[in-house]
């Protein structure tokens, strides 16, 4: 491939060398070079590629795509300056593919939480309707049902472009995303062709990259400002960021809502452990998630599969069928009545979100126990939460996640999440700075997440609930550096059996 082809719809500030040159491959990363590559050099935010470029050559890079050409220059070898190679490596990708989004009707999700259920349910629904569909999301990559490792919420260009491809290439008609405000502060979607947009909420989260909320928000913003006129973008007019999303957009505006006027309006009629009875636009619906929080996740759903050309009268049944994504208010029962809930939530918000529909439902009296048959009483129970934040994160929410879970829970387990290269210990005291004095008697601080999770087993009794927040799907803990297999859903399992 070309150069130019490569290179088409990008502001090339300078060619130093061969312009007709055939390009055999792509990269960024300079230990995937081989010969006859182009190497793009990225600034990120812990290496610079510019400082790779003399490697990317021994190794074979036949052009060169950097922000500022280096004094010494190599013999065979084309330098392509340009203003900003993140966004070049971005449109490059896109075309050394082919151009694979614009074969597809391609929708992003972004906000702080609901992206993966949001893409997750919308690839479940197009793929039930007997459409082929991609799905890219931080749990799992799927092309056409069959399954590819996630690592990144949203992966990088090449990568990105390629499982797009992919999906081309085994018939997929539509491919649901979750984009991740990272990604687009990072220009990871540059060159992406998007059919629609949906914006799910805006809290606190990732302030250790971005700094400032309104650094965050103006990251998710940009996605829509981008979308083009032909794409719709939807968004959630209960968060006050909602309507900002749609300032400048192009695309075609719609809305959805639980608490305001919106295109897509719903009501939560009932609420129990088993699901939710919805009214929809005035339609009454039954769903199997559970809690508002899903329920704006429902009407995220029916909104963009109405714009995606749904149709209508199908759309409800068809959703009422749809099961939560992985991780996400997954409930295990264990033999004596109680209920554990394993959610990835790992915000302030999203584990309010969480526990305040627990709280609410437990209002109910009741919920049913593994026998279809069996109910058991919840007027007496106890919300027993299990919670830990991250290491190398966000660390002013530390102190947010523990208040939250001590306000709405009746007992409370600070242990780890991931601490990855920091003291679990030091995670778990700054989490109790947010601990109000009379209610550190309700608070046990378990540094092993293993055991803190049979210590709430151990304090549980029948009719009470254990929530275990933060890691949802994930089946690893990072400690260190090392990824060890750790599954909050088996080891919770694990536990039921053993108490």
Same mark, same amino acid.
């Given at each position: 491939?070309?150069?130019?082809?490569?290179?088409?719809? +990008?502001?090339?500030?300078?060619?130093? @060398?061969?312009?007709?040159?055939?390009?055999?491959?792509?990269?960024?990363?300079?230990?995937?070079?081989? $010969?006859?590559?182009?190497?793009?050099?990225?600034?990120?935010?812990? =290496?610079?590629?510019?400082?790779?470029?003399?490697?990317?050559?021994?190794?074979?890079?036949?052009?060169?795509?950097?922000?500022?050409?280096?004094?010494?220059?190599?013999?065979?070898?084309?330098?392509?300056?340009?203003?900003?190679?993140? !966004?070049?490596?971005?449109?490059?990708?896109?075309?050394?593919?082919?151009?694979?989004?614009?074969?597809?009707?391609?929708?992003?999700?972004?906000?702080?939480?609901? &992206?993966?259920?949001?893409?997750?349910?919308? /690839?479940?629904?197009?793929?039930?309707?007997? /459409?082929?569909?991609?799905?890219?999301?931080?749990?799992?990559?799927?092309?056409?049902?069959?399954?590819?490792?996630?690592?990144?919420?949203?992966?990088?260009?090449?990568?990105?472009?390629?499982?797009?491809?992919?999906?081309?290439?085994?018939? +997929?008609?539509?491919?649901?995303?979750?984009?991740?405000?990272?990604?687009?502060?990072?220009?990871?979607?540059?060159?992406?062709?998007?059919?629609?947009?949906?914006?799910?909420?805006?809290?606190?989260?990732?302030?250790?990259?971005?700094?400032?909320?309104?650094? /965050?928000?103006?990251?998710?913003?940009?996605?829509?400002?981008?979308?083009? $006129?032909?794409?719709?973008?939807?968004?959630?007019?209960?968060?006050?960021?909602?309507?900002?999303?749609?300032?400048?957009? $192009?695309?075609?505006?719609?809305? !959805?809502?639980?608490?305001?006027?919106?295109?897509? &309006?719903? *009501?939560?009629?009932?609420?129990?452990?088993?699901?939710?009875?919805?009214?929809?636009?005035?339609?009454?619906?039954?769903? %199997?998630?559970?809690?508002?929080?899903?329920?704006?996740?429902?009407?995220?759903?029916?909104?963009?599969?109405?714009?995606?050309?749904?149709?209508?009268?199908?759309?409800? *049944?068809?959703?009422?069928?749809?099961? @939560?994504?992985? @991780?996400?208010?997954?409930?295990?029962?264990?033999?004596?009545?109680?209920?554990?809930?394993?959610? /990835?939530?790992?915000?302030?918000?999203?584990?309010?979100?969480?526990?305040?529909?627990?709280?609410?439902?437990?209002?109910?009296?009741?919920?049913?126990?593994?026998?279809?048959?069996?109910?058991?009483?919840?007027?007496?129970? %106890?919300?027993?939460?299990?919670?830990?934040?991250?290491?190398?994160?966000?660390?002013?929410?530390?102190?947010?996640?523990?208040?939250?879970?001590?306000?709405?829970?009746?007992? *409370?387990?600070?242990?780890?999440?991931?601490?990855?290269?920091?003291?679990?210990?030091?995670?778990?005291? %700054?989490?109790?700075?947010? =601990?109000?004095?009379?209610?550190?008697?309700?608070?046990?601080?378990?540094?092993?997440?293993?055991?803190?999770?049979?210590?709430?087993?151990?304090?549980?009794?029948?009719?009470?609930?254990?929530?275990?927040?933060?890691?949802?799907?994930?089946?690893?803990?990072?400690?260190?550096?090392?990824?060890?297999?750790?599954?909050?859903?088996?080891?919770?399992?694990?536990?039921?059996?053993?108490?």
């Amino acid at each position: 491939m070309k150069i130019k082809d490569i290179l088409t719809n +990008c502001n090339l500030l300078e060619i130093v @060398g061969e312009k007709d040159v055939d390009v055999v491959d792509i990269a960024f990363d300079s230990r995937k070079v081989s $010969q006859g590559t182009l190497f793009f050099a990225v600034k990120g935010t812990q =290496v610079d590629g510019h400082d790779y470029i003399d490697g990317a050559i021994e190794k074979g890079a036949s052009v060169i795509v950097c922000e500022k050409l280096p004094r010494k220059k190599a013999d065979n070898v084309t330098y392509v300056k340009v203003d900003n190679s993140a !966004y070049v490596l971005g449109i490059g990708a896109s075309n050394f593919f082919g151009n694979p989004s614009e074969k597809l009707k391609l929708v992003g999700v972004t906000g702080t939480n609901g &992206k993966t259920t949001i893409a997750t349910l919308l /690839y479940r629904l197009f793929t039930e309707a007997g /459409y082929p569909c991609g799905l890219l999301s931080t749990i799992e990559n799927i092309i056409n049902r069959d399954v590819v490792p996630s690592t990144h919420t949203t992966p990088d260009p090449i990568e990105l472009n390629t499982l797009l491809q992919q999906m081309v290439e085994k018939g +997929c008609e539509y491919a649901f995303m979750e984009v991740s405000s990272h990604s687009v502060a990072q220009d990871r979607i540059a060159g992406l062709h998007f059919a629609g947009g949906i914006f799910t909420n805006l809290t606190h989260d990732h302030l250790d990259y971005h700094k400032t909320m309104a650094n /965050y928000r103006n990251a998710k913003k940009k996605f829509f400002d981008d979308l083009p $006129q032909s794409a719709f973008a939807l968004t959630n007019l209960d968060d006050k960021n909602g309507a900002y999303m749609l300032q400048n957009t $192009q695309a075609r505006k719609l809305s !959805y809502a639980l608490k305001h006027d919106a295109d897509f &309006k719903g *009501v939560v009629m009932e609420s129990h452990f088993e699901g939710m009875l919805l009214k929809v636009n005035g339609t009454e619906m039954y769903t %199997q998630l559970v809690g508002g929080f899903n329920a704006s996740n429902i009407l995220a759903i029916y909104g963009a599969a109405t714009a995606l050309g749904f149709n209508k009268d199908e759309l409800l *049944v068809e959703i009422s069928k749809l099961r @939560g994504a992985n @991780g996400r208010f997954d409930m295990v029962h264990s033999d004596k009545g109680i209920v554990g809930i394993v959610d /990835y939530a790992h915000t302030p918000d999203a584990l309010e979100n969480v526990l305040q529909t627990i709280n609410e439902v437990m209002k109910t009296g009741t919920f049913h126990s593994p026998s279809p048959d069996s109910k058991l009483s919840t007027l007496n129970s %106890q919300l027993i939460t299990v919670v830990g934040c991250g290491g190398n994160r966000d660390t002013t929410k530390r102190p947010e996640m523990a208040a939250v879970a001590v306000k709405l829970s009746d007992r *409370v387990i600070l242990t780890s999440d991931n601490p990855r290269n920091e003291d679990p210990d030091e995670i778990i005291r %700054q989490m109790k700075a947010g =601990v109000p004095a009379e209610d550190q008697g309700k608070v046990l601080s378990i540094t092993n997440r293993r055991e803190a999770i049979r210590t709430a087993v151990a304090l549980a009794k029948k009719g009470d609930i254990i929530l275990l927040a933060g890691k949802g799907h994930e089946n690893y803990q990072e400690i260190n550096g090392v990824k060890n297999h750790f599954d909050d859903k088996e080891v919770l399992s694990e536990a039921f059996k053993e108490a």
